[in-house]
């Protein structure tokens, strides 16, 4: 499916206000309601919209600390990988993994309170996933540009 002009600006609008009303968004994209909704219906359909989420504030939840875990594995046997993808997806507090190129295998992305926190999660999850060769933690001192908004 390709995505004309007005889908475009279906998704633009969507994704900085997930909540707003179908006759809201038709006025906002210069549609009838009805033809609005079969659109959205459609890129819902086509995998275009993944979902809908609600973006907690971390601060709010006493999630302060951003830490950024490079994971090199001791090889790259499918059986490693997939272990390893297995477990890390059952740590509750990574909220992105990455299967990476270059000089680290996986790139975690943690979300925790404060360092002593950051420690109990690395004893207790990150230095028992299957494989770990090596591990670099750099702490986040401030995020700049932070958005889930995609170019479309």
Same mark, same amino acid.
Request: one cysteine or more.
């Given at each position: 499916?390709?995505?004309?002009?007005?889908?475009?600006?279906?998704?633009?609008?969507?994704?900085?206000?997930?909540?707003?009303?179908?006759?809201? $968004?038709?006025? /906002?994209?210069?549609?009838?309601?009805? %033809?609005?909704? +079969?659109? =959205?219906? !459609?890129?819902?359909?086509?995998?275009?919209?993944?979902?809908?989420?609600?973006?907690?504030?971390?601060?709010?939840?006493?999630?302060?600390?951003?830490?950024?875990?490079?994971?090199? $594995?001791?090889? /790259?046997?499918?059986?490693?990988?997939? %272990?390893?993808? +297995?477990? =890390?997806? !059952?740590?509750p507090d990574v909220l992105e993994c990455h299967l990476m190129a270059g000089s680290a295998d996986y790139l975690l992305k943690v979300m925790?309170?404060?360092?002593?926190?950051?420690a109990r999660i690395h004893r207790q999850y990150l230095s028992r996933l299957p494989g770990v060769a090596q591990m670099q933690s750099s702490?986040?001192?401030?995020?700049?540009?932070?958005?889930?908004?995609?170019?479309?």
């Amino acid at each position: 499916m390709q995505l004309d002009a007005t889908d475009r600006r279906i998704l633009t609008v969507l994704q900085k206000h997930g909540r707003i009303t179908n006759a809201e $968004l038709s006025e /906002q994209v210069n549609l009838s309601a009805s %033809a609005c909704h +079969r659109r =959205v219906q !459609r890129l819902e359909e086509e995998g275009f919209i993944a979902g809908y989420v609600a973006l907690l504030d971390p601060r709010r939840l006493g999630r302060q600390t951003t830490v950024f875990v490079e994971i090199t $594995l001791q090889g /790259q046997a499918d059986e490693l990988l997939d %272990a390893f993808e +297995r477990e =890390v997806a !059952r740590v509750p507090d990574v909220l992105e993994c990455h299967l990476m190129a270059g000089s680290a295998d996986y790139l975690l992305k943690v979300m925790a309170e404060n360092t002593e926190d950051f420690a109990r999660i690395h004893r207790q999850y990150l230095s028992r996933l299957p494989g770990v060769a090596q591990m670099q933690s750099s702490f986040a001192l401030r995020t700049v540009v932070k958005t889930t908004a995609l170019q479309v």
